[in-house]
């Protein structure tokens, strides 16, 4: 079984400025790791995933995260957010002999204020 | 095809009536999920379909809870005798079977009064 740890519920950063949302994991098997977004009464949106290959995954938006397999980790940043970045955010994965089904954290609210 | 579809986006029904969610997901896509998410929490896995056979059921699924996707399209989730537990958003996703994205709908909140 796998299961996954947003450290932060909720982030409150300042415009233009970076931000980090960390996310820890834990898993017996190889895994598949995501990060997708949420909006307001909204489905998820893939933001980024890492399969294999190289631990630096660039995604939609600026996004960008980082595979730490000895810290088992999966940290999301960004250089300079925007309002619009204000959502909720859910780092996933999924065991990669497991149907493509997701473990989710329990999400981290980034809050983007002007 | 604009993604994965479902209906109705918001349900509000007394406690002990059943109710039904449909997810219509992208074409071609193989793999069928549905998740549910309360509030302030991460979705949970339910339960997926490749094509029509329904693979893997989440301990969540109690015998009130029943999914089916009879041609391997589209899918139904039905609750009967609802509670006020089962208030929640259900989501929906689909993926190929050699794709590891899924994609997700904007999901049917449900709320038990």
């Known amino acids: 079984a796998q299961s996954v740890t947003q450290l932060d519920s909720q982030v409150p950063v300042f415009e233009e400025a970076p931000v980090e949302l960390r996310c820890n994991y834990s898993?017996?098997?190889?895994?598949?790791l995501f990060w997708y977004v949420q909006y307001p009464n909204q489905g998820l949106q893939l933001l980024l995933k890492y399969l294999s290959g190289s631990t630096l995954v660039k995604g939609i938006n600026g996004f960008e995260a980082e595979f730490n397999k000895s810290q088992t980790s999966f940290h999301l940043r960004k250089p300079s957010v925007h309002i619009s970045d204000t959502a909720e955010y859910f780092c996933a994965v999924s065991a990669n002999n497991a149907g493509n089904m997701l473990t989710f954290g329990g999400g981290t609210r980034l809050m983007v204020k002007p | 095809d604009t993604g994965v579809s479902q209906n109705p986006r918001h349900k509000i029904t007394k406690r002990g009536q059943n109710v039904t969610f449909r997810c219509d997901p992208i074409?071609?896509?193989?793999?069928l999920y549905w998740y549910r998410q309360t509030l302030g929490q991460g979705p949970e896995f339910l339960t997926y379909?490749?094509?029509?056979?329904?693979?893997?059921k989440s301990r969540l699924l109690s015998d009130r809870f029943s999914a089916e996707r009879p041609k391997g399209s589209f899918s139904t989730l039905e609750i009967q005798r609802t509670e006020q537990g089962d208030s929640a958003m259900y989501l929906c996703?689909?993926?190929?079977?050699?794709?590891?994205?899924?994609?997700f709908g904007q999901g049917t909140r449900l709320t038990v009064v």
């Open positions: 379909f490749q094509n029509e056979a329904q693979l893997e």
């Open positions: 996703a689909s993926s190929l079977l050699s794709n590891t994205e899924a994609f």
């Open positions: 074409s071609e896509h193989n793999r």
């Open positions: 898993s017996s098997v190889s895994v598949y």
